[in-house]
């Protein structure tokens, strides 16, 4: 799980982005910050799944995905990943797939 330091809050949510990076998969609003790190946030809806134990274990697997490839990254930014409902089809490599693919924009 990514260190709570690294964690979006939630009233940062709702603030209007700077850019918006889509695929079929993901929607990343990435918003610059006056911080020396980047901070993530994950969304994942009711459409997602039904089930609140499904819809937390793919935000851990993204969590967990973006505190070990995400080392790299540009410090100051702020990002919100939204989880689109087209991940139900993919297994866990190919979600760890198209999330590297998607945060390549980040670097």
């Given amino acids: 799980m990514l260190a709570k330091k690294y964690r979006l809050p939630i009233q940062y949510f709702y603030k209007k982005p700077g850019k918006v990076v889509r695929n079929n998969f993901f929607v990343i ?60 089809d993919l297994t866990k490599k190919d979600l760890q797939k198209e999330a590297s693919n998607i945060l390549k924009f980040l670097k």
């Avoid at 134990?53 to 995400?70: D, H, Q, T």
């Fill in 29 to 88: 609003k990435i918003m610059g910050s006056a911080l020396n790190f980047s901070r993530f946030g994950v969304v994942v809806g009711n459409k997602i799944n039904k089930k609140a134990p499904k819809r937390n274990s793919l935000k851990r697997k993204v969590y967990e995905f973006i505190r070990i490839a995400g080392k790299g990254l540009e410090p100051g930014k702020d990002v919100i990943i939204t989880i689109l409902p087209a991940v139900n």
